[in-house]
């Protein structure tokens, strides 16, 4: 948050920054669904000392032209003497036949009179449809637009919370008066795959939280704080990675046979140095067992060894069953 603190500060003191310095246009938060863009928009408003207006439809229900916003947004801060933000949630399907028209109050003598004016907006698309011919390149960034130029607007992107953000999270959500949790959020973290999102991080609690006022109501203890434990998050993220658990379609003999091939894929994970989040042996809508590993360095930039190592783990369920003593061999299991 740091960049953010700087064009927050640049912000609210835009009159002292604006007499030695040339002020930015303002940012778009860009990165894949549920990472907290929006959260973040949230957290730049909350600590501007001024107003925050959101591009929507006119009163004819059609989108507004960006260049009265621009006038309005104008307005309130001639009015006020304070900083305003225009913020433009999904800024690509808003603004996509508009650039001229944003690039003009960036441009010239618009870009004096709008000091004080922040642009604020999100994306989950690219920006090849806003900006004309802006492209992606990985390691690069957006280019070739001249709405992203140094100066214009910024690209910030926001990727998956790290562990200890979910770790953070976990205890947010957590954090409610009528939740009792005395567990550790960091463990539970790490028990999350590290694509994940703040907004899986969300879903898991909330589907947490609901399941035990359920079960609370059902005995008339709707009065009593909802107690919460490590095993309930786990369980439930297991639950929302895997899908619905089913009941009544293994037998016995199966389930010991999905039990001995997800511990196959656990003890060559183990040996190799990868950890193990939990093993099912349940069938869920998407398989019949799973033998889910912790987040892992590799996840990230993977070796060729990396690569080797997961095939042996991948494998391990396969020696597990040509060990047996039925040697009857499985393939329906996943790792």
């Known amino acids: 948050l740091d960049r953010i603190d700087q064009h927050i500060a640049v912000?609210?003191?835009?009159?002292?920054?604006?007499n030695k310095a040339q002020l930015?246009?303002?940012?778009?938060?860009?990165?894949?669904?549920?990472?907290?863009?929006?959260?973040?928009?949230?957290?730049?408003?909350?600590?501007?000392?001024?107003?925050?207006?959101?591009?929507?439809?006119?009163?004819?229900?059609?989108?507004?032209d960006i260049s009265d916003a621009y006038k309005e947004a104008r307005d309130r801060k001639d009015a006020t003497k304070r900083p305003v933000i225009l913020f433009v949630d999904e800024v690509v399907n808003k603004l996509q036949h508009q650039t001229a028209n944003l690039l003009e109050e960036f441009s010239g003598?618009?870009?004096?009179?709008?000091?004080?004016?922040?642009?604020?907006?999100?994306?989950?698309?690219g920006f090849d449809s806003l900006g004309?011919?802006?492209?992606?390149?990985?390691?690069?960034?957006?280019?070739?637009?001249?709405?992203?130029?140094?100066?214009?607007?910024e690209i910030i992107e926001i990727g998956p919370p790290n562990l200890q953000a979910k770790a953070d999270l976990?205890?947010?959500?957590?954090?409610?008066?009528?939740?009792?949790?005395?567990?550790?959020?960091?463990?539970?973290?790490?028990?999350?795959?590290?694509?994940?999102?703040?907004?899986?991080?969300?879903?898991?609690?909330?589907?947490?939280?609901?399941?035990?006022l359920y079960g609370q109501s059902a005995y008339g203890t709707n009065n009593v704080p909802v107690e919460i434990t490590d095993m309930d998050l786990v369980m439930t993220i297991n639950s929302i990675l895997m899908g619905n658990k089913q009941s009544g379609m293994l037998t016995e003999k199966?389930?010991?046979?999905?039990?001995?091939?997800?511990?196959?894929?656990?003890?060559?994970?183990?040996?190799?140095?990868?950890?193990?989040?939990f093993i099912s042996v349940e069938q869920h809508s998407e398989t019949f067992g799973y033998a889910h590993l912790t987040p892992h360095e590799s996840d990230l930039i993977s070796t060729v060894d990396d690569l080797t190592n997961r095939m042996k783990i991948f494998m391990g369920g396969y020696v597990t069953d040509t060990i047996s003593r039925d040697g009857d061999i499985s393939i329906g299991c996943i790792s």
């Open 109 to 125: 003598i618009n870009s004096k009179r709008n000091a004080g004016i922040f642009f604020v907006g999100t994306s989950n698309q």
């Open 24 to 64: 930015p246009q303002g940012i778009l938060l860009s990165g894949p669904p549920g990472v907290g863009k929006t959260t973040i928009a949230r957290y730049i408003f909350s600590n501007i000392n001024g107003e925050v207006l959101e591009f929507s439809a006119n009163e004819a229900g059609s989108l507004k």
């Open 132 to 153: 004309g011919n802006a492209t992606y390149d990985p390691g690069i960034g957006y280019r070739d637009s001249a709405l992203y130029r140094p100066g214009r607007l």
């Open 170 to 212: 976990i205890a947010l959500n957590l954090g409610r008066e009528s939740v009792l949790y005395n567990g550790n959020q960091l463990d539970v973290a790490s028990m999350m795959p590290f694509y994940q999102t703040g907004a899986f991080v969300e879903s898991v609690v909330n589907e947490v939280i609901l399941r035990k």
């Open 254 to 277: 199966q389930k010991r046979k999905t039990a001995r091939h997800e511990i196959g894929h656990y003890l060559v994970a183990r040996e190799l140095g990868y950890g193990a989040a």
């Open 11 to 18: 912000l609210n003191n835009f009159e002292h920054y604006g």
